[in-house]
């Protein structure tokens, strides 16, 4: 794949999708997705919030909000894809679907016979910690590799789940590249990106969001107000992953919402690669506090999707992530700075006249929550004593 070098904007700017059209048909997996998560310690679905104040000031009907600062225990949605990425790489292992089961206890139970067992997965924090919890959970091991500058908190928590932790030189790419070095009979890796030849596994990871769409569908068709042409979705993207699984969800038929994808500035491989038509890296390193987004390269896997299903893309800068989590703070909301992306993004298309129309509902994916609470604070204005 190319590299391309592309002027790096220091403001917010926001680029429609020339490719957006008909959307490729993936096998259909239902809510297999969400059965699984229903069986794991702490399932609940995420809260789902209207913010009128958020609305007024976007200029549209309403803004919903999806909660995602507390899932399973964990402060990201990110183990709903790596649960059932785990899970369906263990079955393949297998080569048979272990069970029956009921909960986790009995899931460990039934695969103790492969330890020692080991997951390996590289990250910036999120979806490390996923796959480190997965393996706790079953009762094996993990390796987890981060790019160098994580933050301490962020390697701390994975230490917590008692993942070895390997800080590796250079970019999330490299910590990517150095994850897939671990794969072997009695490891597993569980990327959430993918490349040529790796393909399954990141397939699945977009597959478990799916839960998160069923969720707020389900909550709407309660309040027969479901999302429809002419509303909006809007995601952060890093490698893409769950902005194709969002895609997937809602740009099934003509009549669905629209769905906008937010990256850093300077780490807006999606939106290169829309304007490319082809996949495109953005080398780094990147350094935006959007820790969860500095990806140099989309998911090969989830491209297909992106290219076709995502109306826009929107790059913020950190201080449009601040000041997005300045506003949900006020709002009562503990979102970091990732997970606050999308209300960013919203308000850098408004801002240029681009946004939603009034009669909108917007659904802002608020993906995460402290996770570098030093940093968060600062932002705040907060000083530890
Ligand atoms: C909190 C959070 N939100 C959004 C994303 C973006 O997800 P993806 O990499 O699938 O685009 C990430 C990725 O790590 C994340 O941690």
């Known amino acids: 794949m190319a590299a391309l070098s592309t002027p790096v904007h220091l403001t917010a700017h926001a680029v429609a999708n020339p490719g957006a059209g008909t959307v490729p048909v993936w096998s259909p997996y239902g809510r ?26 976007a200029g549209v009907r309403r803004v919903l909000l999806k909660e995602e600062t507390s899932r399973f225990g964990l402060p990201s949605f990110k183990l709903l894809g790596a649960s059932w990425a785990c899970y369906r ?41 996923a796959v480190a919890h997965m393996a ?14 994580t ?20 970019s999330y790419d490299d910590a990517v590249a150095r994850s897939a070095q671990e794969a072997g009979p009695s490891c597993l890796v569980i990327s959430d990106t993918s490349w040529p030849g790796y393909e399954q596994v990141p397939r699945w990871v977009i597959e478990g969001y799916s839960t998160m769409f069923w969720e707020i569908a389900d909550r709407l068709d309660d309040l027969a ?4 042409a002419g509303d909006v979705v ?8 769950l902005a194709a699984a969002a895609v997937n969800h809602f740009r099934r038929g003509a009549d669905g919402p629209s769905v906008v994808g937010v990256e850093p500035v300077d780490a807006n491989c999606v939106m290169a690669s829309v304007e490319a038509g082809r996949m495109v890296s953005v080398p780094g390193p990147h350094h935006s506090i959007m820790a969860g987004l500095n990806c140099a390269t989309p ?29 949900l703070a006020a709002l009562g909301l503990a979102v970091g700075e990732t997970g606050a992306a999308a209300l960013a993004g919203l308000e850098a298309l408004h801002g240029q006249g681009r946004g939603p129309g009034a009669g909108a509902s917007v659904l802002l994916l608020c993906t995460e929550g402290v996770t570098d609470p030093v940093g968060w604070r600062s932002i705040l204005g907060l000083e530890v004593l």
């Open 32 to 57: 297999a997705p969400q059965e699984l998560h229903r069986k794991l310690p702490e399932y609940a679905p995420s809260r789902l919030l209207s913010a009128p104040a958020l609305a007024e000031k």
């Open 89 to 129: 790489a263990l079955t393949e292992h297998l080569g048979t679907e272990p069970g029956p089961w009921a909960d986790i206890d009995e899931l460990a139970g039934l695969l103790a016979g492969l330890r020692p067992f080991t997951f390996a997965a590289a990250t910036d924090g999120n979806h490390g910690r």
């Open 136 to 149: 706790r959970l079953l009762g094996f091991a993990s390796r987890i590799f981060v790019p160098e500058g």
């Open 151 to 170: 933050a301490q908190a962020r390697v701390d928590a994975l230490a917590s789940e008692g993942a070895g932790v390997e800080v590796v030189a250079g």
């Open 225 to 228: 107000s479901p999302l429809a």
């Open 234 to 241: 809007v995601v952060p993207v890093g490698v893409g992953a």
């Open 299 to 327: 998911s090969q896997v989830a491209w297909p999707l992106l290219a076709t299903g995502l109306s826009t893309l929107v790059a913020v800068t950190d201080d449009d992530a601040r000041r997005a989590v300045r506003e």
